[in-house]
């Protein structure tokens, strides 16, 4: 059965620093998704990652994908207020389903 | 392009009563997904339609949990009837066809069963 596990779960950290959350695997997956999450609102996907080796950057986020070790990361740069939410990553478990992580809430203070 | 839309956005009922949620996922879009995430716990899949076909429900937690999908357009989940360990948020999702497009979720209906 795949399980996936985030670490940290809670992470609050200052303006212009920067971070990494993991996400690891249990079983073999073919794909890995990151998603955001603002409170109240819809989970917004973020980054599909197909392939081991694969990385992937929007802004201040990039996210990592290493199949072997079944682990993906994402790694904020130089953090703003603004991405101030919760992370989720996912894995797939055969063609459609998605098996998620706990999420990660992150904080950033000024 | 109006994203997956979900109705009520909150729901309060209590102990045996019964609550039909509704999913209106994006136009075009032949999957249609319900996950759960109850509080303190991971989102967790409950079932996948393709179009009006039930493709996976090996999510449903029993048999109080009853998922439509009409003419392969908008989906409706009822729990009846309703029990205290149900209440969490209920997101639907939605893709169009291909297996690696993200999921579009919609801003889930919290449920609380008193």
């Known amino acids: 059965e795949l399980k996936v596990e985030q670490n940290p779960l809670f992470l609050s950290m200052q303006e212009g620093k920067n971070y990494t959350i993991y996400c690891n695997y249990s079983t073999t997956s073919d794909r890995l998704y990151w998603y955001r999450q603002d409170p109240g609102k819809s989970l917004e996907s973020l980054f599909v990652?197909?392939?081991?080796?694969a990385v992937k950057q929007e802004g201040r986020l990039m996210a990592s994908l290493d199949t072997k070790a079944r682990l993906s990361t994402l790694h904020i740069t130089a953090a703003v207020h603004d991405l101030s939410a919760t992370y989720f990553c996912?894995?797939?478990?055969?063609?459609?389903?998605?098996?998620f992580g706990q999420g990660t809430r992150l904080t950033i203070n000024p | 392009e109006a994203g997956v839309t979900q109705f009520p956005s909150h729901s309060v009922i209590e102990k045996g009563q019964t609550v039909t949620l509704r999913c209106d996922p994006i136009?075009?879009?032949?999957?249609l997904y319900w996950y759960r995430r109850v509080m303190g716990k991971e989102i967790k899949f409950l079932l996948h339609f393709v179009k009006e076909s039930k493709q996976d429900e090996s999510g449903m937690p029993n048999n109080r949990f009853l998922a439509e999908r009409t003419g392969g357009t908008y989906s409706t989940l009822k729990v009846q009837p309703a029990e205290l360990e149900d209440s969490g948020v209920y997101f639907c999702?939605?893709?169009?066809?291909?297996?690696?497009?993200?999921?579009?979720f919609g801003n889930g209906t919290r449920l609380t069963v008193t």
């Open positions: 999702a939605s893709s169009p066809q291909g297996t690696y497009s993200p999921l579009h």
């Open positions: 996912a894995a797939a478990q055969g063609a459609q389903k998605l098996v």
């Open positions: 990652l197909l392939s081991n080796g």
């Open positions: 136009s075009g879009h032949d999957n």
